[in-house]
Structure formats: C-alpha cells, structure tokens
C-alpha cells in the first residue's frame, strides 16, 4: 500500500501543486479552490463569450446586415481594447477601495447590459460606441482576478490555478463559435432576429446570473475577507500560509514606493515580455482563420463557426498541460513554455504564407498556433512569482496589460486587417518576427531574475560566513575569559 499510496501523492501534486501538510490547510484550500476559481472562472469564461462574439457575428450576417466595409471589423476591436486601456487604471484603484466581490460583479452586469443593447444596434457607428464602453467595463476582470490568486496562492500552487483561469476564458471563445453555429441553425429568423442578434441576447442572458453569484460567494483577498464559509482559524491561516514565500507587504501605493518599483527590473523586464509575447495570440484574437475561411468560400455559416473552435481547444489543452508542467518542475522554470509558444506561431505562419500549400496544411497551421494562448497564463505567473511585494506585484501585474493593450490597440489595423483576408501575408510574416522578439525578451528576464537570485544568494552566504566569524570571536572571547 506504501508505493500506491506515494505514487498517488506524487500524481496528485504533479496535477494540482503542492499538497498542503495539515488537515486544516487542505480543507483551506480545498474551499477557495471551489469558491474563489469557481466564480473567477465562470465570470472570465462570460467576459471572452461577450468579448468574442463579435468575430463569430461578423461572419455569420452582421457584416451584410450592417453593410460593413473595409477595416470596419478592425476598429470594433480596436476601440474595444482602446475602452480597456483606459479602464484599467480605474478599474484597479476602485479595487483598492472596494470590495472585489462587490465591483467584480457590478463591472459584470455592466458589460453583461451592454452585450444585450448589441442586439439592437442599427449602425456600425452604435457598434463603435458600446464596443469601446465593453472594454471600460471588461477591463476590470484580468489583472484584478491574477492579484486575487496570486493573494491566496504559494508559488507551487500558481501555475495550475493561473492555467484554469486563462482556460476558462479560451472556453468562453471556443463556446461563442458553438453557440453561433447552433443559434444561426435554429434562431436565425426567429421574431424578426438575424442569428447573430439573438447570440447576443443568449449571451447576455447567461453572464446576469454568474454576477449575482459573485455578489454571494466571492471571499475578497485573505487580509479583508469576511466569507462567511471561511472560519476565523481559516482566515489567519490564508495570511499566515503565504508568508514564508513572501515579503507579504500590504501597503498602499505611495509616491516613495513607485520609485522603487521603478528603480527595478521587474516592471520593465515582465511589461516588455507580455507587450511582444501577448501578440503570438494574434492568430485566435482576430479569428483569422474564421476570415480565412470565408472569404475563401466553400463553407457554410455553421462550419465557419465551428472549424475555429479547433484553434480554442489547441489553446485550452496547451495551457492546462504547460501549467501543470511547470508546476511539476523542482525550479518552477516557466521560461520553456515561451519557447514553445513562439516555435508553434512560426511553424503557424510557414504553414499559411506558403499559399500553395495543401489546404490541410493551412488547417494545421492555423490549429497549431492555439498554442499562442499558453504563454498568457505562464507569464503572468512568472511575474506573480518573481514579485515579493504584494504593491510591486500588482503594479507588475497591471502594467504587463496594459502595455500589452497598448499595442494591441493598433497591431490588427497595420498586420491583420480584414482586408487582408484570406492570405494576411503581411501579418504571417509580422508574427515570424513577434516569435523571435519573443524569445530575446523571454531570455532578457530569465537573465535578470537569475542574477538577481545570485546576487541574493551570494549576500546570504557571505551574511553567513560574517556570522560565524562573529561567532568564533565571541567563542574565543569567552574562552580567554574563563582561562583568566
């Protein structure tokens, strides 16, 4: 029974982190991993459905119904993620001020009501408007919820949770493109509604009742959180479990502590990472190979919908299987995935710049760059990691998506514009150069953070050897004492 019983152990801690060595530490975080993952997940799962929507509708009738032209599309998510960047600093000083479970939710409803008035839209000029209004209300989730793990988590338990996080979102993605293909099939017409305005109101309808639910259960961060099925024993053990790995700081950003983070690499180094890597999704955020496939002919509506779905679940696979790796490694090393990520996004764009190749090429090019999507969720745990200050860390955190955004902002109007449809030539090759600039900066942090642990460790060794000095002197001292 001993080597099953190890052998279960070690195949439990490979799939969900460290085991925790107290009862009372398991049955912790056994509750958060049900109450705190359950809502983030469910509420980043409706923030892509309501987000992704828009390419699914464009190629099932909005585009003819609204007599879209041109880069038209582009600017839908352009404005999107221009509302984003301007609601990110907002969104995350109104967290330092109120509850999370309360602004969570009510951030929700907002972009939940706003899913609901795109059923209705007569223009793209209307589109333009409640697009850049989502990204105000849909900013507030990302970076916010990674604080959250990053409070309640150790470092061996990160990765996974960050994976189900990001996966949850790419679930939300991958159901939009379902969830069109069967509303076109069975609703397009119905009471007078195109399928892709009733897409809207059924995704509306599902994001409503998950905001309620994180009114209900969401436990805040261990420092302030009232849940009522966590007991007071369970509180002080949140804060007290963390500790040992960090410095734990819970201050409030002030001007002297800015300078500090900036005086660091780490603000620098992670931004520039997920500014450049945050572009190998480019492939699945602009639903290229929907595009593709429309404009080549050949295919249903349904089957326009359905086929990308493909590129998803490449996504949520290599997340989950690249998280629970680099949690299963000694050193938590999450550099590797990085690699693997911009390999996959090369191999992608050779597939689909050589035209002549067979269409089933095309296929696996497209397929295989879902693999984009497992750097999202190993980045921002690298970065929650390397951070031992809780007010660094969600500085870090914060500036990561929005330079991320920033560029964003402009990347598909200049690489993937849907004009470009179906061969994007200019973007395939735009990504061939994202990868490579990927793996300079992915190797520039990895450098900074290995000198700086050698640094730290050569300062405790060499505290070390002043100690025992001191100490033999002091031996020695009393040794001279006790012969006089």
Same mark, same amino acid.
């Given at each position: 029974?001993?080597?099953?019983?190890?052998?279960?152990?070690?195949?439990?801690?490979?799939m969900?982190g460290?085991?925790?060595?107290?009862?009372?530490?398991?049955?912790?975080l056994?509750?958060?991993?049900?109450?705190?993952?359950?809502?983030?997940?469910?509420?980043?799962?409706?923030?892509?459905?309501?987000?992704?929507n828009?390419?699914?509708?464009?190629?099932?009738?909005?585009?003819?119904?609204?007599?879209?032209?041109?880069?038209?599309?582009?600017?839908?998510?352009?404005?999107?993620?221009?509302?984003?960047?301007?609601?990110?600093?907002?969104?995350?000083?109104?967290?330092?001020?109120?509850?999370?479970?309360?602004?969570?939710?009510?951030?929700?409803?907002?972009?939940?009501?706003l899913?609901?008035?795109?059923?209705?839209?007569?223009?793209?000029?209307?589109?333009?408007?409640?697009r850049?209004?989502?990204?105000?209300?849909?900013s507030?989730?990302?970076?916010g919820?990674?604080?959250?793990?990053?409070?309640?988590y150790?470092?061996?338990?990160?990765?996974?949770?960050?994976?189900?996080f990001?996966?949850?979102?790419?679930?939300?993605?991958?159901?939009?493109?379902?969830?069109?293909a069967?509303?076109?099939?069975?609703?397009?017409? #119905?009471? !007078?509604?195109s399928?892709?305005?009733w897409?809207?109101?059924?995704? @509306? /309808?599902?994001?409503?009742? =998950? %905001?309620?639910?994180?009114?209900?259960?969401?436990?805040?961060?261990?420092?302030?959180?009232?849940?009522?099925?966590l007991?007071?024993?369970?509180r002080?053990?949140?804060?007290?479990?963390?500790?040992?790995?960090?410095?734990?700081?819970?201050?409030?950003?002030?001007?002297?502590?800015?300078?500090?983070?900036?005086?660091?690499?780490?603000?620098?180094?992670?931004?520039?990472?997920?500014?450049?890597?945050?572009e190998?999704?480019?492939?699945?955020?602009?639903?290229?190979?929907?595009?593709?496939l429309?404009? #080549?002919? !050949?295919?249903?509506?349904?089957?326009?919908?359905?086929?990308?779905? @493909? /590129?998803?679940?490449?996504? =949520? %696979?290599?997340?989950?299987?690249?998280?629970?790796?680099?949690?299963?490694?000694?050193?938590?090393?999450?550099?590797?995935?990085?690699?693997?990520?911009?390999?996959?996004?090369?191999?992608?764009?050779?597939?689909?710049?050589?035209?002549?190749?067979p269409?089933g090429?095309?296929?696996?090019g497209y397929?295989?760059?879902?693999?984009?999507?497992?750097?999202?969720?190993?980045?921002?745990?690298?970065?929650?990691?390397?951070?031992?200050?809780?007010?660094?860390?969600?500085v870090?955190?914060?500036?990561?998506?929005?330079?991320?955004?920033?560029?964003?902002?402009?990347?598909?109007?200049?690489?993937?514009?849907?004009?470009?449809?179906?061969?994007?030539?200019?973007?395939?090759?735009?990504?061939?150069?994202?990868?490579?600039?990927?793996l300079?900066?992915?190797?520039?942090?990895?450098?900074?953070e290995?000198r700086?642990?050698?640094g730290?460790?050569?300062?405790?060794?060499?505290?070390?050897?002043?100690?025992?000095?001191?100490?033999?002197?002091?031996?020695?001292?009393?040794?001279?004492?006790?012969?006089?």
């Open positions: 029974m001993v080597p099953f019983s190890g052998s279960w152990r070690a195949a439990r801690k490979f969900w460290e085991i925790p060595e107290t009862k009372a530490e398991q049955f912790l056994l509750k958060i991993d049900w109450f705190i993952l359950s809502y983030c997940c469910l509420m980043y799962f409706t923030n892509y459905l309501d987000r992704s828009i390419s699914n509708a464009y190629v099932s009738g909005m585009r003819e119904d609204l007599h879209m032209h041109g880069t038209q599309f582009n600017k839908f998510n352009t404005l999107f993620t221009c509302g984003y960047i301007i609601g990110m600093v907002p969104n995350n000083l109104m967290l330092q001020r109120v509850s999370p479970r309360i602004w969570f939710p009510t951030m929700q409803i907002v972009w939940g009501i899913t609901f008035c795109l059923s209705v839209v007569k223009n793209v000029n209307q589109v333009y408007a409640i850049f209004l989502q990204g105000i209300a849909e507030s989730t990302f970076v919820t990674h604080y959250v793990l990053g409070s309640w150790k470092r061996g338990e990160l990765g996974k949770r960050s994976g189900l990001t996966s949850s979102g790419l679930i939300g993605t991958l159901f939009s493109g379902v969830l069109q069967a509303v076109y099939q069975h609703l397009d017409g #119905i009471d !007078g509604r399928g892709w305005r897409l809207f109101i059924i995704d @509306g /309808v599902i994001t409503l009742p =998950i %905001a309620l639910y994180g009114f209900l259960i969401f436990p805040d961060v261990p420092a302030t959180t009232k849940a009522f099925y007991s007071k024993e369970e002080v053990l949140a804060n007290e479990r963390l500790q040992l790995e960090q410095t734990a700081s819970h201050g409030r950003l002030t001007w002297d502590r800015m300078r500090m983070i900036l005086s660091r690499w780490r603000y620098y180094g992670f931004s520039l990472l997920f500014a450049i890597s945050g190998c999704e480019s492939f699945g955020s602009n639903n290229l190979m929907g595009q593709w429309s404009a #080549i002919g !050949g295919f249903t509506v349904e089957q326009v919908d359905y086929y990308p779905c @493909g /590129v998803t679940a490449v996504g =949520i %696979a290599s997340t989950l299987i690249c998280a629970t790796w680099t949690d299963a490694t000694p050193s938590r090393a999450r550099w590797p995935v990085l690699v693997w990520m911009a390999t996959a996004v090369t191999i992608a764009s050779i597939c689909i710049v050589h035209w002549s190749s269409i090429a095309k296929f696996f397929y295989i760059a879902g693999a984009s999507y497992s750097g999202q969720a190993t980045t921002f745990a690298w970065a929650n990691q390397a951070c031992d200050d809780d007010v660094e860390r969600a870090v955190l914060a500036s990561m998506n929005m330079w991320n955004n920033a560029v964003n902002a402009w990347w598909p109007l200049v690489f993937y514009r849907a004009t470009d449809a179906p061969r994007f030539r200019r973007g395939m090759w735009a990504m061939v150069g994202t990868a490579v600039a990927t300079l900066a992915t190797y520039l942090v990895w450098y900074l290995r700086e642990t050698l730290r460790t050569e300062t405790l060794e060499a505290r070390g050897r002043e100690d025992e000095r001191e100490s033999e002197k002091d031996h020695k001292f009393a040794v001279d004492e006790k012969i006089l």
